[in-house]
């Protein structure tokens, strides 16, 4: 079995940053890819970004193309979401993914394990 653990969220002021860091434990997650998705209230879960088993590959939405850089340290298997220039409209639960796809457009897709969420707070 495989957990993942997230850490990093808090409260941040409009125009501030956070690094958001999501541990793997149990069995190895070298061949998977990894993501990021969030959940704001009474809103679907939504896709942020994800990257190739490799970190030769990633992939971004739309609205975080810029601001958001995703990345993995396999050796420590730890994958990374650093967040800058955050806006309210980024508050949201932000949750750690591994699978072989990910996403489909901007929802969850064939996800194979999640973590427990960790909460983002950026006040205006």
């Known amino acids: 079995q495989v957990q993942l653990v997230e850490s990093g969220g808090g409260l941040v002021q409009a125009g501030g940053s956070l690094r958001l860091s999501c541990a793997a434990s149990?069995?190895?997650?070298?061949?998977?890819?990894m993501g990021w998705f969030r959940q704001a209230p009474g809103k679907e879960r939504e896709f942020v970004a994800r990257?190739?088993?490799?970190?030769?590959?990633?992939v971004y939405a739309d609205s975080m193309r810029g601001r958001f850089t995703i990345s993995r340290d396999n050796a420590k298997s730890t994958t990374y979401l650093q967040m800058n220039s955050l806006k309210p409209e980024d508050t949201a639960v932000y949750y750690c993914?591994?699978?072989?796809?990910?996403?489909?457009?901007?929802?969850?897709?064939?996800?194979?394990?999640w973590g427990q969420g960790t909460q983002v707070t950026v006040s205006s």
């Open positions: 149990g069995r190895t997650l070298r061949t998977y890819a």
């Open positions: 993914a591994a699978g072989r796809v990910l996403q489909k457009g901007d929802r969850p897709y064939e996800i194979d394990y």
């Open positions: 990257i190739s088993w490799s970190g030769g590959n990633t």
